[in-house]
């Protein structure tokens, strides 16, 4: 019986079809084990409490001018291309693959059998091949672990391979712009990933081949959101930039966390979570302000790009070598959590949106049409600090909040959105967690507690039967009352002292909004143009188009 099982395992962990030849491959080793081995060749260091930290060297962050897509028979006419989802050509990946493979050959390697999609009608095998332990260790905590029976007679629909070490000596030549690059083959289901350690790629990577996948052939509609789920069953997704407050407000004491980044939502009314674990950022982290993630650092997880103080703790105020540090650990790491990661009956959804120009309301409830605009939209501003050379706010969008990962033209995205809000009968909800009582640097943010109150009296039904009025700018649809939140700040014109310059501050936005939605216009339906602002010289464009 060994000799047969072996024989099977051997048929399905043969690397020579991929064309890796004489590698010293290590398969679905723990994470001890990983961690243990990264230490080891001094790839790593551990903190004082045993979690491994790592250095991604060059790059810190996701590079999303060197993502590339194949551009073939099967994509051609499917793919949103431009400047998000850049094209390169079938020859030309053949030569990178034939690169890293030949680059890793004769190297000792690691592989995970893991899956991706916790509803298992959609699971989806994925094996990744990595250069680096360490890498291969944070797949462990990001996708689903696959347990050992599974693993006897694994087959991937998906292969992710990953060479930090690798840079195309000749990157013109081969349709890149410099020597890293990060491509998505959805002929040949390979994702390849080249010249950068940052273990982001490999997870957007895959979330970026479901977010086409499930759409053109399940019908599920991918979500760049987090998700929870109540006593009574019913199911709250949070759509939001970052510094929106996406993971604060899913992690709520009553409710169960489906997922933190990436989710599904089926024909059937689904939701479920594409991951097995969360990504977060660490920077300025404190217990008191989140204390999941905070909790969540313990050995098994890994830190990326962090700085220590003497003593061997982390200090989580230093952005010395990235403001975008980070953690990634399995999902288990947080007690509170849904298991298997997926629920049913989606009932309310929040778009969130932190205003530095402090005129959004800080709740709004949404028509259909005006939910698939503030998706297509996916608005929330960058404030001073948060980028150099940034003194005023800006608005910044990106389509479905999600858009450097969004294969599709945002339409069809914020088509099935508004399809699955009418025929579920989900209510949406657009949350300003930034700014009141003026813009950022005069107003100030809008309280936690508050935004806590408003989703909690919502998730509760308590806002059913209030009275709304319309906001007259954005015509958005604003609550007289909610409980436990002074009535005055509902309306964000009643705390500006200077009613004039809320008026022309709350235009100056909308015009923003209507420039940013033009190049969507063509594609989207009038019911989608309807719902953007009120007031603009570019809305009566439409009236005569």
Not at 125 to 143: D, L
Not at 502 to 516: D, E, G, M
Request: with cysteine.
């Amino acid at each position: 019986m060994e000799t047969l099982l072996n024989n099977s395992i051997m048929k399905t962990r043969d690397l020579t079809k991929y064309g890796l030849k004489d590698t010293n491959a290590h398969w679905n080793l723990s994470p001890e084990k990983l961690q243990a081995i990264t230490v080891e060749k001094g790839m790593g260091k551990e903190t004082s409490n045993g979690t491994l930290a790592i250095n991604t060297g060059k790059f810190t962050g996701r590079s999303p001018q060197d993502r590339f897509i194949v551009k073939d028979d099967y994509t051609a006419n499917k793919v949103w291309w431009g400047k998000t989802n850049k094209a390169i050509s079938p020859d030309n990946f053949e030569t990178l693959q034939a690169e890293i493979t030949n680059y890793l050959s004769g190297k000792e390697i690691y592989v995970r059998d893991a899956y991706v999609c916790a509803d298992p009608e959609y699971k989806t095998n994925v094996r990744t091949v990595t250069e680096y332990p360490w890498s291969n260790m944070f797949t462990y905590n990001m996708f689903l672990r696959s347990d050992e029976s599974e693993l006897e007679n694994f087959e991937e629909e998906w292969l992710v391979l990953c060479a930090p070490g690798y840079e195309a000596p000749d990157p013109k030549a081969v349709g890149l712009r410099q020597g890293n690059f990060s491509i998505l083959n959805f002929t040949k289901k390979i994702a390849l990933i080249g010249g950068s350690a940052y273990t982001g790629e490999i997870k957007k990577g895959i979330f970026s081949s479901l977010n086409f996948i499930l759409p053109v052939e399940k019908d599920v509609l991918p979500m760049h959101c987090s998700a929870n789920v109540g006593e009574d069953g019913d199911t709250a997704i949070f759509f939001g930039l970052s510094g929106t407050g996406k993971t604060t407000l899913s992690a709520d004491p009553s409710r169960k966390l489906i997922g933190d980044d990436e989710h599904g939502w089926t024909a059937n009314n689904n939701i479920f979570n594409f991951e097995g674990g969360c990504y977060a950022k660490v920077i300025d982290l404190s217990e008191e302000k989140e204390p999941d993630i905070f909790r969540a650092i313990k050995p098994g997880a890994i830190l990326e790009n962090v700085v220590f103080k003497d003593n061997g703790d982390v200090d989580y105020m230093d952005s010395s070598i990235t403001q975008n540090t980070r953690v990634s650990y399995p999902i288990y790491h947080i007690d509170n959590i849904q298991k298997p990661s997926y629920a049913d009956n989606p009932t309310n959804i929040f778009f969130l949106t932190a205003d530095a120009f402090g005129v959004l309301p800080p709740v709004s409830k949404l028509t259909p049409g005006q939910a698939a605009y503030h998706f297509i939209s996916g608005y929330t501003a960058k404030v001073a600090g948060t980028e150099a050379g940034i003194t005023e706010p800006v608005p910044s969008f990106s389509a479905c909040f999600g858009e450097p990962f969004m294969p599709l033209h945002p339409t069809v995205y914020a088509e099935m959105l508004s399809k699955k809000m009418q025929d579920a009968g989900v209510n949406v909800w657009l949350i300003n967690t930034g700014w009141s009582a003026g813009p950022y640097g005069v107003g100030s943010r809008i309280k936690l507690k508050y935004t806590r109150a408003m989703i909690t009296a919502i998730l509760k039904g308590e806002l059913d039967n209030v009275e709304f009025e319309q906001h007259p700018i954005f015509g958005l649809f604003m609550p007289k009352t909610c409980p436990n939140v002074p009535e005055n700040i509902l309306d964000p014109m009643n705390t500006w002292e200077n009613k004039g310059q809320y008026v022309s501050k709350s235009i100056q936005l909308a015009h923003s909004f209507h420039l940013n939605f033009e190049k969507f216009a063509s594609e989207a339906s009038e019911q989608i143009i309807e719902g953007g602002p009120l007031i603009d010289e570019h809305h009566h464009l439409h009236d005569h188009i």
